[in-house]
């Protein structure tokens, strides 16, 4: 393998820079909302519940994201369901939020990230060739 140059690292590191900042930006809320809804007095035992099981099933499409690469939306509003139940009162700022960071993952760090991906692979091509035409040098 050949070694990465420093423009790839900073290339490699904008990629996942761009791919953390986009699972915080869109989980984040989600999270500290379950967190509320779980430790919230007024919250039933059935509320509770329902904010358990569907944490729990969008876990599991989750793990099926990372497996199946996909890119699927649908494990925070599974969450929205199971917190609705349990804070409804208390969701529409959620909403909110969630409709905006929607909005800048699909116009902004989206095409950010598929960008910084294109971009490594082609890093990664350069420097494999720049090896190899050292090592092609070493040999002469």
Do not use: H
């Not at 529409?92 to 960008?115: G, K, Q």
């Amino acid at each position: 393998m050949a070694k990465s140059s420093e423009y790839t690292k900073v290339c490699r590191m904008k990629l996942w820079l761009y791919r953390i900042l986009d699972l915080l930006i869109l989980f984040a809320p989600v999270v500290i909302y379950v967190i509320i809804a779980l430790t919230k007095d007024g919250v039933t035992v059935t509320g509770r519940v329902s904010v358990v099981g569907t944490v729990c099933i969008a876990l599991i499409l989750s793990l099926f994201n990372i497996i199946a690469q996909k890119r699927l939306r649908c494990p925070i509003w599974i969450c929205l369901i199971g917190l609705y139940i349990a804070i409804k009162e208390y969701l529409l700022p959620l909403i909110i939020i969630l409709a905006v960071v929607t909005i800048l993952d699909d116009l902004i760090l989206t095409p950010l990230i598929s960008y910084y991906r294109s971009k490594l692979i082609a890093n990664k091509a350069i420097d494999e060739r720049i090896a190899d035409g050292e090592l092609r040098e070493g040999k002469e």
